[in-house]
C-alpha cells in the first residue's frame, strides 16, 4: 500500500507519552528486573538469604530452646537426641542459638547497610555534582577518616559506649560510609559531563534535581553491589568485636561470638562449636555477593544481556 502522508494539521502521539522506539524508564525497569530474575546468581543467592531469615525467624517459634538460663548439666553434649547439633560449654542449644544469633547478626547487617548506603550515597553524590572546594573539603574529611585504623577507633568508641545492638549498628554506620561517598563520587564525577546532564542543566532542572533523578539511578549499580558487600561486612565486623571481646553482652548472641567461643575448644574435639556457625557465615557472605553481582548485571546495560 502507498504510505499516507499525514497534513500538518494531523494529530501527533499523545503528549507525555514515549515513543515506541524509545522505552520509558518503567519499561527500562522491567528490563532490569527481568535481567536480575533469570540470573542464576540472583536465584540462588534469593533462596538461601530466603532460607536464612526463616531459620532465624520463624524457626524459634517450632524448635524452642532456653538460650537466657545457663544449664552446666547439658554443657558439651555431641550433637544427637534432642539437641540436634549438641550443646556448648554453657548448656545452650546450638541449633537454637544459631536461629538467636542469626537474628542479631542478620539485623545489624541489614541496619548497618541501609544507613551507610542513604548517608554515603548523598555524601558522595553532593561532593560529585558541586566540584571545586566543596568537592575538596568534603574528600579531605573522607581520606582523614580513612587514614584511622577503623578498628582501633571503633575499639576506642566501644569502650566510652555500653556495647549493645544499637549501639554497635551506629558505630559501624559511623564508619562503613566512607567507602559508599567515594564510590559515589566518583561515578557522579563520570557522569556529570554527559550528554543526558547537560540537557538537564539547559532546560533549566536544579543540582538536587539532577542529582535524584538523573546521576543517582545511573549510579544505581555500584550503590546496590557495594550495600550488599556492606551487609556482609558488618557481619563480619560484629564477629570482629566478639574475637576481641567487645561484641554483644550475654545473653545475646551472634555467629562470631559463638565461632570464637568455639574456637576455645575446637582441640579438644568439640567440633560442633566451630563448624556450624563457620559454615552459616560464609555461606551468608557468598549469598549476598551473589545477589550483589546479579543486581550490577542486571542494572548496567553494558553487562545486561538481551
Known amino acids: 500500500m502507498p504510505a499516507v502522508e ?4 494531523a494529530p ?24 536480575f530474575t533469570r540470573s542464576w546468581q540472583a536465584q540462588a543467592g534469593l533462596a538461601v538469604v530466603v532460607i536464612l531469615v526463616l531459620f532465624c525467624f520463624l524457626s524459634p517459634l517450632f524448635y524452642r530452646t532456653n538460650q537466657v538460663t ?25 541449633l537454637g542459638r544459631l536461629m538467636v544469633a542469626g537474628q542479631s547478626s542478620l539485623e545489624l547487617g541489614f541496619a548497618v ?16 555534582i558541586a566540584g571545586g572546594i566543596v568537592d575538596a573539603v568534603m574528600m579531605r574529611i573522607v581520606d582523614t577518616l580513612l587514614a584511622i585504623p577503623w578498628l582501633v577507633l571503633l575499639l576506642i568508641l566501644v569502650n566510652y559506649l555500653t556495647p549493645n545492638l544499637w549501639t554497635i549498628i551506629l558505630l559501624l554506620s559511623i564508619l562503613s560510609w566512607l567507602g559508599v561517598a ?27 534535581r539532577i542529582v535524584f533523578r538523573h546521576l543517582i539511578p545511573n549510579a544505581l549499580g555500584v550503590i546496590v553491589v557495594s550495600a550488599t558487600f556492606s ?9 570482629t568485636l566478639s574475637f576481641l571481646g567487645l561484641g554483644l553482652p550475654p545473653p545475646h548472641a551472634d555467629w562470631g561470638t559463638m565461632l570464637t567461643n568455639g574456637l576455645n575448644d575446637l582441640f579438644n574435639g568439640y567440633w560442633w562449636l566451630v563448624y556450624p556457625p563457620a559454615v552459616i557465615l560464609i555461606v551468608t557472605i557468598i549469598a549476598f555477593s551473589l545477589i550483589g553481582d546479579a543486581l550490577r548485571d542486571s542494572l548496567d546495560v553494558r553487562l545486561r544481556r538481551h
Not at 503528549?15 to 527500562?28: H, I, L, V
Not at 547497610?113 to 560529585?128: D, E, H, L, P
Open 6 to 9: 499525514l497534513g500538518p494539521g
Open 12 to 35: 501527533g502521539p499523545p503528549a507525555g507519552r514515549p515513543d515506541a522506539d524509545r522505552p520509558g524508564p518503567r519499561w527500562t525497569g522491567r528490563l532490569a528486573f527481568a535481567a
Open 70 to 94: 545457663v544449664q552446666l548439666n547439658l554443657k558439651d553434649l555431641p550433637p544427637g537426641g534432642s539437641h540436634p547439633l549438641g550443646t556448648d560449654d554453657t548448656g545452650y542449644d546450638v
Open 113 to 128: 547497610a541501609i544507613a551507610t548506603t542513604v548517608f554515603g550515597t548523598a555524601y558522595g553524590a553532593i561532593a560529585g
Open 182 to 208: 567515594r564510590l559515589v563520587r566518583g561515578e557522579v564525577i563520570s557522569l556529570r559531563t554527559r550528554d543526558f546532564v547537560l540537557a538537564a542543566r539547559t532546560m533549566g532542572s536544579t543540582s538536587a
Open 231 to 239: 551487609i556482609a561486612d558488618a557481619i563480619l565486623a560484629l564477629s
